[in-house]
């Protein structure tokens, strides 16, 4: 069984598209996350959402959307892309709320190419 | 805000040998965790080992285990017997107990293990 799962895995698109990536936890966790990792593997959170609640939101342009539907899914919309958004793209989960000790949980990525 | 640095961009270890790849962080809080995460060229993400700071003994797995050092601010990971199936990128991750939703990487360590 999957633990994180995100789709697809590879991504390729032409600038000015619009994109999206799912993503879908079964660990019961109540926090979910979206992290960057650019080209030198540095890797920068995006957003976190806890039950469905927006509680990090970095410094983003705002052409990146997250969606929560339930704790289990968070999704994140890509309007009009530009050729740097070209990353690979985590979803992760873990479980806050007094287990601070709950390691992230990574999906596979999702490699975006924007040409 | 909590910082992480990684000061070996990339290290090199005879298979079968140890090596120790350092990393330190910069808090003003008593209260957290430290992680250290394995990036394989498959690029998924994989949970090594865990540390909370209000333990003073060291975490260990297997082959894996680390010198926190709290004073110092110091968590390194060192390897023992060390397999080409260890190649990878490795990842030093802070984690806050006080309502600690995000997870901040350090720039990574790229590992290479030479048969």
């Known amino acids: 069984d999957t633990a994180v799962s995100q789709t697809p895995k590879y991504l390729v698109t032409q600038m000015g598209n619009d994109k999206s990536i799912k993503c879908e936890q079964n660990l019961g966790h109540d926090t979910m996350y979206w992290y960057k990792q650019d080209s030198k593997k540095f890797l920068k959170i995006m957003f976190s959402y806890n039950n469905k609640e927006l509680i990090i939101n970095e410094t983003v342009p705002n052409r990146f959307s997250p969606k929560s539907p339930d704790k289990a899914h968070l999704n994140l919309h890509i309007n009009s892309l530009e050729l740097g958004d070209s990353a690979v793209y985590f979803c992760?989960?873990?479980?806050?709320?007094?287990?601070?000790?709950?390691?992230?949980?990574f999906g596979n990525g999702t490699r975006l190419t924007v040409t | 805000a909590q910082t992480v640095t990684q000061s070996q961009p990339e290290m090199s270890v005879q298979e079968a040998e140890t090596v120790t790849l350092s990393c330190t962080y910069d808090?003003?809080?008593?209260?957290?965790?430290l992680f250290w995460y394995k990036q394989p060229p498959s690029r998924q993400m994989i949970l090594v080992i865990r540390q909370e700071a209000y333990k003073q003994q060291n975490a260990t797995e297997n082959r894996f285990s680390v010198n926190f050092q709290k004073a110092a601010k110091s968590f390194s990971l060192k390897i023992s017997d060390s397999q080409l199936g260890d190649a990878a990128m490795y990842f030093c991750a802070y984690r806050s107990g006080n309502y600690g939703q995000n997870f901040v990487f350090g720039p990574g360590t790229r590992l290479s293990v030479l048969p």
């Open positions: 992760a989960s873990s479980q806050a709320r007094g287990f601070y000790n709950s390691p992230l949980h």
């Open positions: 808090t003003s809080e008593s209260d957290y965790y």
